[in-house]
């Protein structure tokens, strides 16, 4: 097995799969939905929407050129004085009703320049999530036409994966961008989200348990390898010390 699989444990992306390699029997999560409300809705194992790579974006693009404390008066639209979203606290504090109104099958907000779908849906994994992030403030400068998906990558207008401060920003930035293709494929794969299931249930050197993943989900191993490469052997490479790791045998 190449050494880039040790960081299998980030790469889950099934809920049945995990539940099924740790022998649970009840019944898996509805992570397709519909829900009727957030509390409903369940925070997908693995999730990597975070507010720098997606949530500030996004309420930068659709939701603050009306609900910010900085608009006064007609400025706002219609929006009530007193719902803003300028901090992750103030989007903490009403994603119940942000999820109603703008996430996953809900469309009523934003009143024009709608999301697109994949959009709407990864808003609702990261309220769903609780809204994962660090900072206080809204990011500030434009997300550029590709909207809030596109501007993770630096292209859009945002910090370029390689350029955040740890590796695991890196990872979760280009899971969301450079490598959105190769998570799809893997979230698509029965046999790659298996063994991305199996595999976080292994601590993180346990290699025979990572070994033992891969006898039982070797289908998914060629989708499951390209994911691990592209998060640690693009942009992250440096940031995650994983040179001597993506050098080819």
Same mark, same amino acid.
């Given at each position: 097995m190449r050494s880039w699989r040790s960081y299998g444990g980030l790469f889950a992306v099934a809920a049945a799969a995990l539940a099924a390699c740790a022998g649970k029997k009840d019944a898996a999560p509805n992570y397709d939905g519909p829900w009727a409300s957030l509390a409903e809705r369940p925070c997908p194992p693995g999730n990597v929407v975070g507010y720098d790579n997606f949530g500030g974006p996004f309420m930068l693009t659709y939701c603050t050129g009306c609900h910010s404390s900085d608009l006064?008066?007609?400025?706002?639209?219609?929006?009530?004085?007193?719902?803003?979203?300028?901090?992750?606290?103030?989007?903490?504090?009403?994603?119940?009703?942000?999820?109603?109104?703008? $996430?996953? !099958?809900? =469309? /009523?907000?934003?009143?024009? *320049?709608?999301?697109?779908?994949?959009?709407?849906?990864?808003?609702?994994?990261?309220?769903?999530?609780?809204?994962?992030?660090?900072?206080?403030?809204?990011?500030?400068?434009?997300?550029?036409?590709?909207? $809030?998906? !596109?501007? =993770? /990558?630096?292209?859009?207008? *945002?910090?370029?994966?390689?350029?955040?401060?740890?590796?695991?920003?890196?990872r979760d930035c280009a899971a969301a961008s450079s490598c959105s293709a190769e998570v799809q494929a893997c979230e698509m794969s029965a046999s790659c989200s298996a063994l991305a299931g199996c595999t976080q249930g292994c601590a993180g050197n346990d290699a025979k348990c990572q070994q033992n993943c891969a006898t039982l989900h070797g289908g998914g191993q060629a989708l499951y390898d390209k994911l691990a490469k592209c998060l640690l052997c693009g942009e992250c490479k440096t940031i995650c010390s994983a040179q001597a790791s993506c050098q080819s045998p």
């Open positions: 006064q008066g007609d400025l706002r639209r219609g929006a009530p004085p007193d719902v803003n979203f300028d901090t992750l606290g103030d989007i903490r504090k009403r994603a119940a009703r942000i999820w109603t109104r703008a $996430a996953d !099958g809900n =469309a /009523t907000m934003p009143p024009a *320049g709608s999301p697109k779908e994949l959009e709407r849906r990864r808003l609702g994994e990261w309220l769903a999530c609780g809204a994962p992030g660090t900072h206080d403030g809204i990011i500030t400068g434009t997300s550029g036409a590709g909207g $809030a998906a !596109g501007s =993770a /990558t630096g292209a859009g207008g *945002g910090v370029a994966c390689k350029d955040t401060p740890s590796c695991s920003s890196c």
